[in-house]
Structures are given as C-alpha cells and as structure tokens.
C-alpha cells in the first residue's frame, strides 16, 4: 500500500475493471411497468413472430398491385369491394383478380392483397366499386409477418438498461415481467469532526453534512439503492465499526473525506482493513479530486472519496459510472455534449486531467461556456453549473473562443 | 373543430404554452434525501451564510502573509506555533505577528491569520516552531464567511429540477425538508380492437399492447406519476365513460390511436366533448406522427397520440417535455447531443418536420449515424436507435457524409 500513489483516471477506471468485471448481482423478476431504467440479467429471446399477421400501416385499400399499374388521376385502376377488414379480427378470405377491401391502420391485409393504397387516392363509387388513382409497389404500406421481430431472435442482451421503448419489445413478444439485476446495496458514508447531521444542532466551526445527500442521489440515478446513509466522527474505532458493518451488508461502500494526508485521516488504513487485497490506490491525477482511494475487500468495492462535496461528486460520477456499469454487466452509454464557446481562458492543472465547471449563456450563434470559478468546497459552484469542459491531461489549458464540447452533470 | 387542421411543431408547442402555462400543480413537503428529480415549488431562500466562518482549503499552516513574504525553500520564514484548530471546534485565539496555527482542510482557520500555506510547503522544527518555504496570497486556501452563500440570497428558483448537487445546497442551509410540486397526475389510455392487454389471450389480427407501457415510463421519466393504463376497444361508448374517468382524477390525459381519419376513429369527437374550449389542433406537421390531437378541456391538456408505437413515443416526447415543464413552470433544459457522421442520405419530409431514428457506430474519427429505416409501427425500430437526427421544416434532406447532431432518445 503506497501512500499518495497517485494513477491517471484511465488507469483508474482499468483498476474498476480489472478488480469488478466478475462482480455477480443477484437477479429479480419486475413487471414490464416498473422495468424501466432497470439493467436486463439475461439475453432476451423472442418465442414468437411479431406481428404474426400482415399489416397494413396505412387507412386504405388492400389491392393486388398488378391490378393498379398505370392507375392515374385520369385514369384510375376501378376495382371491386371484396370487403372490409375490421380492426383485431382475420381477414378470412383470398382477394381475387381486380378486388380490392378496405382495411384500416394495424388491420390484417387479406391473403391475394400484395400492397395498400392510402385511402386518399381512391373514392368508393358504390358499395361495391371503388376507383384508385395510384400505382402500387408490393409491400407498400404493409408490414410483413416478423418485420418486427422474428421468432427465436435475440430482441435485447444482457446488461442493456432498459429504455421505454424498450418496454413495448418485452410487451410485444408477450412478456408481463422480466429478469433484471438487483440495484447494487450502497452505503454512504460521510467523516469528519465539522460534519453535522442533518438533526444535530450546528456549533460553531462546523458544517452541515452535504456529501451523504448528493452522493446517495448519484449513485441512485446510476440505478443504486442506498442503504446506509452514515455521518461518521473522526474517530477510528467508531469509524472501523461504521465501515464493517456497512460493508457487510453493501455491495459498494462509499467513503467521503478523511482520504487526505492530514493528521486524523484513518481512513486509508481502516480501509485496507477491511479485506485483501485491499486499497489499490491512493490519489487520482485529476481535478478536483485528487485524494480518491480505490479498494479492492475482498471482492466489493471501496471508495474513497475526498471531502470536499464538488471533488465528491465529480470524481463519484466518473468512477461510480464505470463500476455500475460493470456490475451491471455492461458498458456505459455514449457521452452527449452541447457545444459552446468558451467565453475566457482556461487553465489545465499540471499533470492532471481537469474538468472545468461551467454553465451556458445563449449567444447569437448558439452557446457561450462561462467557466464557474470557486473552490471545490464550494457546492454552490457544482449546483449553479450545467456541466464540465474537460481538459486532458497533458494540455496546459483552453484558449478564450475555443469551441469546447460540454458534458451535462 | 376543424379535421386535420394541421400545424408546425413549433406552433404545437406555442398552443400548449398558450393553453397551459396557467395550471396549478399542488405541492407537497419531502426529506431532502428523496427530492432528487422534483420540481422545486418556491424560490429558495438561504436564512443562514454558508459558510458561518473561514474555513481552509487545505492541510496546512494559518499564516499572516506578511509574515511569509518572500519566504523560500532557501531563506525560510521560521514563526511560532500558536496552536492546533481542531475540526468542528472554534479556534478561540487570535494569531499574532510571528505566529502560525496548524489547520487542517475544513478547519476553521484563526483571527488574525489572512492565508494557510499547505503543509507540503513547511517543515515542523519543533513543538514550537515551523519554518515556511513559500509566501502566501490573502485569502489563499481561505474560504470566507459566505463565499458560498449569502444569508437571505435566493439560492434556487422555483421550477428547478434538483440534481444531486441541489440536495447539497438545501441542505447546507439548514433544511431537512423541501416543498416541490406534486408530480402530475396522469392516465395513459391505449385504443383499438386490434390491441392485446397484457392478460388477454392474443387473437390472430390483434397485438400486444405496446403505448401504454412505453408513453407511461416516458411520462414517468420526464418527472409524471402514472394513475391510469387502460386498453379500451373500439367502442364510441365505452370510450366516453373511460375517458371522462380519467379526465376526472389526472392532471394530464394520452390517449393512443384513433386520431386518424379511419372509420372507427370516435376519440376525435369523445375528446372534444370533454370540456371547452376542446380540441386546438388535430395534426402536426411532424414525421412520424402527423396525426396527433391537442386538446384543452376545461383548462386540463388531452393529447391524443398516434397509434403506431414509435410515432406515439416520439410525438410524446416532444409535446409531453414541453407540457411537463409548463406545469412545473419551468422550461426544459438544454438539449445535448453527439456530433457523428451521416452513413447514407436521409430523405426530409415534404412539409413536415422530420426526425430520422439512427444508431451510432464507432468511426476512425469519431461516430457514424446509421439511419435506422423501417415502419414507424416497428418498436424495435426504436428500440435500437441511439438518438435522432432532426430535419427542419423546409429542408429536403441531409446528405451522407455530413456533420450531423444525434440527440439522444
């Protein structure tokens, strides 16, 4: 165990890997209503065709298209009523040479029919004529049987995070529920002698506890459940005791503060305490957030974060990102960005990748990034941001009127 | 009324602003650990200054910076050690001239002290001496009294949808609990004799139903709670005495399907009847989705959807973002996107703005959009679709291998 062995965030996030990619949730079975946002445990496999009849996607007039070629304003195709479809119900019957029957959106195309004509190029002229006024191309206006979804085709894979249109392709091959993952147990810790609780009553020289909330609300967007949110003195027994017990019963543990090299930081150690092999590093060369520990107990993953609720928050979000998506068996989704106008200059941090706070203003082109200065004390700063412009680790900073891409927080 | 009186996209959300910027959510009281998500009911006013004393940034000595000017590794300055601030306590002395006070980062650092040099930077000589290598800015790993906020400034406007940094705001001053409007309310209503409910036994001409799952999880993501999902057949009557149940008790009523001009497409005239002034528009110019219906009906919005699946979602999507913001009298946030490549042509829509569903590839460069063509009935179709490449109003098309924006469904 190195003390301050400070990696790059790449060889960070390769350390999550490395250490989690094995990491097995438990699996529960949710009703397709209340899947969304939840990540698949398995591979989905359609065991039917859909849709299993053909369709027609347009009002109109299921007809041969053989029987419309040439038909014109001028001189229209005129055809007989063979019928109408009604709507959930079989088209029970075989449409002939120079028939034609109406069939509404979604109805069933009768056998014989090759194409639909939309209904606004045809006018019914008796109850059993119609006139049509369009060419067709076969298959126009219909949707084949297994256009959709072919049977025994994998419709969705393990891992995937489940979108609401995603809902509709469990629903449609006939499934009421689904196997997802369990959301990963963390507990959030908080140290600190200056950390009052949210019912203590705050003396002076202390502040009230921030890291707890916002970290907790982070982890649940990413698709955690929270079940310990613990505010922790500067105490090594009480915090060994806090963090076993977390532990036990967690599959992340997070850690805020105490990860610096000050005089009553026990965390490190207690950390390492906790299961072989322990803490893998010490320090991220990133800004803000530098003093991060990453620890491997015994298999469950143990971080810790700094102190300062900005640095908290934004090195959680690069991180938990990356281990969520492990445990979930998956990769996390592509990044968007807004781009912008960087309004001043910016400066890198010497040998750390840095993420710069900023927020939008409208311009006459698009947007204006304006930088949000402060310390990373401040939560105010991270609040009042739309998101971060990132600078590599190897570049000195980022010129005035640049264009910068932005990442939303 | 007129039928298919068709209008913009833009004209749409102009209606809905017109119509709609007037309604009342109620509000209700929730902890601060469960308001991530929620819609801020009333400005924020901080009643404290955060923070209530200057705390440091760093590990390090509270110094004069007088008396480190010019101090170097070299020519250090040597000053006496006044003392130790411990975390959360007051340091209850002031700093004379030649005197230092070790503070740790959050520490509150003394009276009399302007600056703290980092530790890294000192060397402790003995119990009563340090000797510092570098001079110090006033105000240096200093945060002053309300650096962060400001006693009686406005911290948050009502509207705001709270992020995990949020919590820590409202939280840092003081609250435990926090007023948001109340989620609206909303049914989701599924038509046509062609829909399956998930219990049902399929017919051969039905299909599973499809938008009340994928319209109700979007509502819900966009911040909706979900009182109703019904699948209603065809039924001129039965159709009446559902939606006027619904009506009753949401703040917002989807319907899906029957907005076409078919035969059996009552829900024009059902949701016209509802209340006044009715229906405002019955079209959008908008592909996928023209048939869309927007209706006022006594003061609550109606919308009725396409049948097809992925029109549905992707008309919800829009009009439902605006209409969710309106109510929560906020305005969305600005949309990201990722910039990729075009694969192919893509045709516009004469007359109508068109959104093309595409999936991202990894390119040498960067990412290609990969049209992702098919029905709109086809909710795979949307379901493997990363984003969406948007084609104005009046534009023919976008030409492969141009830049385009793919904005994330």
Same mark, same amino acid.
Request: aromatic content about 6%.
């Given at each position: 165990?190195?003390?301050?062995?400070?990696?790059?965030?790449?060889?960070?996030?390769?350390?999550?890997?490395?250490?989690?990619?094995?990491?097995?949730?438990?699996?529960?079975?949710?009703?397709?209503?209340?899947?969304?946002?939840?990540?698949?445990?398995?591979? *989905?496999?359609?065991?039917? +065709?859909?849709?299993?009849?053909?369709?027609?996607?347009?009002?109109?007039?299921?007809?041969?298209?053989?029987?419309?070629? #040439?038909?014109?304003?001028?001189?229209?195709?005129?055809?007989?009523?063979?019928?109408?479809?009604?709507? #959930?119900?079989?088209?029970?019957?075989?449409?002939?040479?120079?028939?034609?029957?109406?069939?509404?959106?979604?109805?069933?195309? &009768?056998?014989?029919?090759?194409?639909? %004509?939309? /209904?606004?190029?045809?006018?019914?002229?008796?109850?059993?004529?119609?006139?049509?006024?369009?060419?067709?191309?076969?298959?126009?206006?219909? /949707?084949?049987?297994?256009?959709?979804?072919?049977?025994?085709? +994998?419709?969705?894979? *393990?891992?995937?995070?489940?979108? &609401?249109?995603?809902?509709?392709?469990?629903?449609?091959?006939?499934?009421?529920?689904?196997?997802?993952?369990?959301? &990963?147990?963390?507990? %959030?810790?908080?140290?600190?002698?200056?950390?009052?609780?949210?019912?203590?009553?705050?003396?002076?020289?202390?502040?009230?506890?921030?890291?707890?909330?916002?970290?907790?609300?982070?982890?649940?967007?990413?698709?955690?459940?929270?079940?310990?949110?613990?505010?922790?003195?500067?105490?090594?027994?009480?915090?060994? !005791?806090?963090?076993?017990?977390?532990?036990?019963?967690?599959?992340?543990?997070?850690?805020?503060?105490?990860?610096?090299?000050?005089?009553?930081?026990?965390?490190? *150690?207690?950390?390492?305490?906790?299961?072989?092999?322990?803490?893998?590093?010490?320090?991220?060369?990133?800004?803000?957030?530098?003093?991060?520990?990453?620890?491997?107990? #015994? #298999?469950?993953?143990?971080?810790?974060?700094?102190?300062?609720?900005?640095?908290?928050? %934004? %090195?959680?979000?690069?991180?938990?990102?990356?281990?969520?998506?492990?445990?979930?068996?998956?990769?996390?989704?592509?990044?968007?960005?807004?781009?912008?106008?960087?309004?001043?200059?910016?400066?890198?941090?010497?040998?750390? !990748?840095?993420? *710069?706070?900023?927020?939008?203003?409208?311009?006459?082109?698009?947007?204006?990034?304006?930088?949000?200065?402060? !310390?990373?004390?401040? /939560?105010?700063?991270?609040?009042?941001?739309?998101? +971060?412009?990132?600078?590599?680790?190897?570049?000195?900073?980022?010129?005035?009127?640049?264009?910068?891409?932005?990442?939303?927080?």
């Amino acid at each position: 165990m190195d003390l301050l062995n400070v990696i790059s965030v790449e060889a960070a996030e390769n350390l999550l890997i490395k250490n989690f990619s094995d990491y097995r949730l438990n699996t529960e079975s949710v009703i397709i209503s209340e899947a969304a946002g939840r990540f698949l445990a398995s591979d *989905q496999v359609s065991a039917v +065709t859909v849709p299993s009849f053909r369709r027609s996607t347009k009002d109109g007039y299921a007809v041969r298209s053989v029987d419309v070629s #040439g038909a014109s304003e001028t001189l229209p195709a005129f055809l007989m009523l063979a019928g109408e479809v009604n709507m #959930g119900t079989v088209a029970d019957y075989k449409l002939k040479p120079g028939e034609a029957a109406y069939v509404p959106t979604g109805g069933m195309v &009768p056998d014989g029919a090759d194409s639909v %004509v939309m /209904i606004e190029y045809s006018e019914k002229l008796t109850d059993d004529e119609v006139s049509i006024y369009r060419p067709t191309a076969v298959n126009e206006n219909i /949707i084949n049987i297994g256009d959709d979804i072919e049977e025994g085709c +994998t419709v969705m894979e *393990q891992g995937r995070k489940l979108k &609401p249109a995603d809902l509709g392709v469990l629903t449609s091959i006939g499934l009421t529920e689904v196997e997802v993952f369990v959301k &990963p147990a963390v507990s %959030v810790i908080s140290t600190g002698d200056e950390i009052a609780g949210p019912d203590e009553d705050i003396k002076p020289g202390q502040i009230r506890d921030i890291n707890t909330y916002t970290i907790a609300a982070a982890a649940e967007a990413l698709g955690c459940r929270i079940i310990e949110r613990v505010v922790v003195k500067d105490d090594q027994q009480l915090l060994t !005791e806090v963090l076993r017990e977390c532990y036990a019963k967690s599959d992340i543990v997070l850690l805020s503060g105490g990860s610096s090299v000050g005089v009553k930081d026990y965390s490190l *150690q207690v950390i390492d305490s906790l299961g072989a092999p322990g803490v893998l590093c010490h320090g991220i060369a990133f800004k803000p957030g530098k003093p991060t520990i990453i620890a491997n107990a #015994g #298999g469950k993953p143990v971080i810790g974060l700094p102190g300062h609720p900005v640095s908290a928050l %934004v %090195v959680f979000g690069i991180l938990g990102r990356t281990l969520v998506h492990l445990m979930y068996r998956t990769v996390p989704p592509v990044e968007s960005w807004v781009e912008a106008v960087l309004s001043e200059n910016v400066n890198g941090a010497a040998g750390r !990748e840095a993420w *710069q706070m900023v927020r939008l203003a409208k311009s006459s082109t698009g947007y204006e990034a304006v930088p949000v200065h402060g !310390e990373s004390g401040l /939560i105010t700063m991270l609040a009042s941001s739309f998101g +971060t412009v990132r600078i590599p680790l190897n570049k000195e900073g980022l010129s005035k009127g640049s264009s910068v891409r932005v990442y939303p927080l």
